[in-house]
T-cell receptor, first 112, second 107 residues
Framework: DAGITQSPRHKVTETGTPVTLRCHQT?????MYWYRQDPGHGLRLIHY???????DKGEVSDGYSVSRSKTEDFLLTLESATSSQTSVYFC???????????FGPGTRLTVT | DAKTTQPPSMDCAEGRAANLPCNHSTISGNEYVYWYRQIHSQGPQYIIHGLKNNETNEMASLIITEDRKSSTLILPHATLRDTAVYYCIAFYGKLTFGQGTILTVHP
């Protein structure tokens, strides 16, 4: 699993509240990604990072922001959660040496 | 990023080879071909990747055509546990998934 953890693993929150999801890796890999997965849509890229303080938007970035102040942590923030952001969120990394890719266990977020 | 096209579903008999095709006709020279699979609600599992040459590991083989416009993932002896959604992706920096192929392995 390349030392990827996500926290929290489950969260229920109310509409309009801010939420931050954390992806943590232990092996100093450069590339990190945030996805959401919903029935009928597959995996959709939200944001990705190619280094500390270097981030870029994916295909569904509206309503989300990210930060990467340290190599090991990639944070996904929902500034004001909406019910449409109820989803399973996956973090992923690409290994720096062999370019293999690994996903975290996922965070199930419910916005009521 | 190059767009990839895969059949929506395929069937395979247990013990036989499963050959999953992928079209990536717009792939650029620096994009790798990656294959993943996802079982139920687990995170996608990396299988194999390649740039130009065919590749093999303990899970599968990857055959890339000489013009790199298509590839085939081969599971040499499919088992029931290989039933999953398989994704083919052309990657360089930005990793975007398509809809994938639902592979069903039946007894």
């Amino acid at each position: 699993d390349a030392g990827i953890t996500q926290s929290p693993r489950h969260k229920v929150t109310e509409t309009g509240t801010p939420v931050t999801l954390r992806c943590h890796q232990t092996e100093n890999h450069r590339y990190m990604y945030w996805y959401r997965q919903d029935p009928g849509h597959g995996l959709r890229l939200i944001h990705y990072s190619y280094g500390v303080k270097d981030t870029d938007k994916g295909e569904v970035s509206d309503g989300y922001s990210v930060s990467r102040s340290k190599t090991e942590d990639f944070l996904l923030t929902l500034e004001s959660a909406t019910s449409s952001q109820t989803s399973v969120y996956f973090c992923a990394i690409v290994t720096s040496d062999s370019y293999e890719q690994y996903f975290g266990p996922g965070t199930r977020l419910t916005v009521t | 990023d190059a767009k990839t096209t895969q059949p929506p579903s395929m069937d395979c008999a247990e013990g036989r080879a499963a050959n999953l095709p992928c079209n990536h006709s717009t792939i650029s020279g620096n994009e790798y071909v990656y294959w993943y699979r996802q079982i139920h609600s687990q995170g996608p599992q990396y299988i194999i990747h390649g740039l130009k040459n065919n590749e093999t590991n303990e899970m599968a083989s990857l055959i890339i055509t000489e013009d790199r416009k298509s590839s085939t993932l081969i599971l040499p002896h499919a088992t029931l546990r290989d039933t999953a959604v398989y994704y083919c992706i052309a990657f360089y920096g930005k990793l975007t998934f398509g809809q994938g192929t639902i592979l069903t392995v039946h007894p």
